[in-house]
């Protein structure tokens, strides 16, 4: 068997692959230098690729329901919102006012504002509040690491059977997979070892990006 089979991602491999995702959009373009301007915060937001493959995840699955944790500037809600039918809808989280501000005016420009649902305040009390029933097609986990688990469970029962849940940077640099990790690197190697144990979903582990891990409720 051959135990490694993977590219060792180098600058130029990296082009390539940003190449291969087509080029982002105006509105886009312009959310990735707004999103510049605030600093280190930039890096949280997900890089041009992954926001492709989650809009054909949409597709895909032929979601109407969408739920996000972790909005950010709203680059990843924006491609969910872009991808959905006029009717589906996109239920955001986050905490911030500043970065959700700026989420917003690209949502507006992108003509998409009317898909998205933005919730303020701690995710694990907006998931809580969400109805009992299993109606969510798509679920994409992205904010705090120490709180993926409990966002996991508040969602798990609420996405219907055969839906998606996406959890990101699962590889967390790479640093989950180190010995002994630490912070939120050991926060996601638990994430990542309760996902595997988790009899309600089938998963896998993808390296793109940070790391996305996909489940299929079952
Ligand atoms: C990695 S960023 C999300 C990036 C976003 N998905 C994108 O594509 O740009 C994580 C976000 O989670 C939010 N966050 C962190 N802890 C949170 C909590 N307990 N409740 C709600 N949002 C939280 C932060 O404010 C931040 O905007």
Not at 138 to 165: C, E, M, N, S, T
Request: charged fraction near 20%.
């Amino acid at each position: 068997m051959n135990d490694f089979k993977a590219v060792v991602m180098t600058p130029q491999i990296y082009r390539y692959v940003r190449e291969q995702a087509g080029q982002p959009s105006a509105v886009q373009e312009k959310l990735i230098a707004r999103t510049l301007e605030l600093g280190d915060s930039a890096e949280m937001q997900i890089p041009h690729e992954q926001a492709v493959l989650l809009s054909l995840l949409v597709k895909l699955t032929g979601a109407q329901t969408v739920v996000e944790v972790g909005t950010y500037t709203g680059y990843s809600t924006l491609a969910f919102a872009q991808a959905l039918p006029p009717h589906g809808k996109v239920i955001t989280c986050d905490m911030s006012v500043e970065w959700t501000a700026i989420a917003e005016e690209a949502w507006v420009a992108a003509g998409v504002r009317d898909r998205i649902d933005l919730r303020l305040g701690a995710a694990a009390q907006t998931l809580a509040e969400l109805p009992d029933e299993p109606v969510i097609d798509l679920v994409f986990i992205d904010a705090d690491k120490v709180g993926y688990v409990h966002y996991w469970d508040l969602l798990v029962p609420r996405v219907r059977q055969g839906g998606l849940l996406l959890a990101d940077n699962t590889l967390y640099y790479g640093e989950a997979a180190s010995e002994q990790p630490e912070g939120n690197a050991a926060a996601i190697d638990a994430f990542n070892k309760f996902v595997r144990n988790d009899p309600r979903v089938e998963s896998v582990l993808v390296p793109i990006a940070d790391g996305l891990t996909f489940a299929r409720k079952l």
